[in-house]
Each structure stands twice: as C-alpha cells, then as structure tokens.
C-alpha cells in the first residue's frame, strides 16, 4: 500500500475508540497498581485499591466486548506485507489479548481469594483469608501479567512507531483516526 492509500484504510470509529480507551486502562491500571502499597494504610489505600479494581473491571468487560466486536461487526483491514512479519503480528496479538484475558482473570480470582473493602462501604469476603502464601502468590502472578502486559505494550508501540516513521506504511493512522466515512459504526 502506498501511503496516500493508507486513509482510504482506516478501522471504524468503534474498534478505534475501543482500541484507545483499552490501551488507556491498561496503562493507568498498571500505573494505580504500582501506587497502591505505597499509600499509607486506611483510606488512601482502600480507595486507590478500590478504583483499580472497579476500573479492572470495567477493563474486562471492554475487553470481552471488543473480542466479540473484532470477531462479528469491525471492521477488518488488509495487512500491509504478506511476509513473515504480517504472521508475526497476528501471533502477537493473539499473545496480548491472552494476556489482558489473563490479568483480568487473575485480578478477579486475587480478589475473591483475598477479599477486599471496597470504598468503605461494602467487603468482598475472602475464599481463604487465613492462606497468606497463595493471597501472595496469586498477587505475585497479577502482578507479573501486568508487567508482561507493559513490556508487551511497550514493545506494540515501537513497532506502530517503526511503521509509521522507517516504512511509512500508515499502519499507524488506520488505529489513529477514522477518516473514511465507508467504514463509519453508528
């Protein structure tokens, strides 16, 4: 494709914003998650703690809901190389998606295991409170998705980067900004 094409070829205004607001909540996710020990005992903690979890939430049903959009109403676009590399991003993706599927997934599992005070006005009771080696550990596996996540993220932004700058394929406009008014969801 050669770039003036490239805006003739853009995702619909759904899966883009579903794309971003994903990509949002997984970065403040990881960001809140990596705070919340750091705030003193109490209130501060509880409701950081508390929005983390509430917005996980939110994360895992966006997501569900964007699996099912990308496999019955998106729009699907053509790759822009049919090499090796275009079967190296669709092994990504799936990879990413397993994992965001992983954290939210251990995230609820974390939480029903340990229990937790939400907001200060109301607990989930914990499975197993008295079993603070697998309350660690299942914090621990968390945690390590959503590291795996950030790099994962991390190294999904160069790439968009290394399109869009060194090959110039407008591979990243297509998730940037729905222009074409043929693939418009209303």
């Not at 020990?37 to 509430?54: E, K, Q, W």
């Not at 251990?106 to 409170?129: E, H, Q, T």
Request: proline share 3%.
């Amino acid at each position: 494709m050669n770039p003036s094409e490239h805006l003739l070829h853009t995702y619909d205004k759904k899966t883009i914003v579903l794309h971003w607001v994903v990509a949002f909540l997984v970065v403040g996710l990881w960001i809140a998650g990596q705070c919340i020990d750091l705030l003193p005992r109490g209130f501060p903690r509880i409701t950081l703690r508390s929005f983390h979890i509430t917005f996980g939430v939110v994360f895992g049903l966006l997501l569900i809901y964007r699996i099912f959009w990308r496999r019955s109403g998106g729009v699907h676009l053509p790759t822009p190389n049919n090499g090796w590399l275009t079967r190296l991003a669709k092994y990504f993706h799936v990879f990413l998606y397993a994992l965001m599927l992983s954290i939210f997934i251990s995230g609820v599992v974390a939480v029903w295991y340990r229990g937790v005070n939400m907001f200060d006005l109301f607990k989930i009771p914990a499975f197993d409170a008295e079993n603070k080696e697998m309350r660690k550990l299942l914090v621990f596996i968390h945690e390590w998705i959503a590291n795996a996540i950030m790099l994962s993220v991390s190294l999904h932004t160069l790439v968009a980067l290394w399109h869009h700058f060194k090959l110039k394929d407008g591979l990243l406009q297509r998730m940037w900004t729905s222009k074409s008014t043929s693939h418009e969801q209303k």
